[in-house]
C-alpha cells in the first residue's frame, strides 16, 4: 500500500468514524432488506450466480455495481460502473459518484482482498449491515466480515447466498 492509499485510509475511516455504531439483529436485517447494493470486481461470474447471492434476500431493487470489469446486464437490476476517472488521488470515489450510492438496506462487496474504493462506497451507502468476503477487511467500512474459504467469484456468491438463506428462514421459522 502506498503512502496516498495509506492517507486515503485514514481519511475515510475518520469519514465513517460513527457509521455502524449502532447494535442491530441480524436476523431482522436480512428478512427486511429491501434495497441491496452489490459490489462486483473484475473476475468471471454469471447472472445465475449473482441471482444465487441475491435471490434468498427477495429485494425490491438492487444495484450492481461494476469496479474495473465490463458491466454485467441483470434484468431488472440497477448497473453501474466505477472507474478511475471517479477516484480521487487518495484512491477515494469522487462526491459526485458517491452520492449515487445511498439508501441501501444491504450492501456486500465481494473484493477479496478488499478494495478502498469499493469499501467506502459500502461504508457510506447507508446499510445497515455491510459484508466484505475479505476476513480482514478493516471497519468501519464492514460490520460483517464473512469468510467463505472461496477464490472464485461464483463460489464467493453461493456462499453468501447459503448464509443470508439461512439468515431469512431461521427469522420466518422463530416467527
Sequence with gaps: MNILEKLGTAFARWRLRKVGQESFDLHE???????????????????????????????????????????????GWEVRELSHEDLTLLRLPKKEALKEFGGYDLAVDLHLPYFLPSAYICGASGASLRVSTDPE???????????????????????????????????????
Design 29 to 75: 436485517v436480512v428478512s427486511s432488506v429491501r434495497r441491496v447494493l452489490v459490489v462486483l470486481p473484475p473476475g468471471d461470474l454469471t447472472v445465475e450466480e449473482l441471482d444465487l447471492l441475491v435471490s434468498p434476500l427477495s429485494p425490491e431493487g438492487v444495484t450492481l455495481l461494476c469496479v474495473g470489469r465490463p458491466s454485467i446486464a441483470v434484468d
Design 137 to 175: 477487511a478493516p471497519f468501519p467500512f464492514f460490520n460483517l466480515r464473512y469468510s467463505t474459504g472461496a477464490e472464485s467469484l461464483g463460489d464467493r456468491c453461493r456462499s453468501l447466498g447459503k448464509l443470508f438463506m439461512s439468515l431469512a428462514w431461521g427469522r420466518r421459522a422463530c416467527s
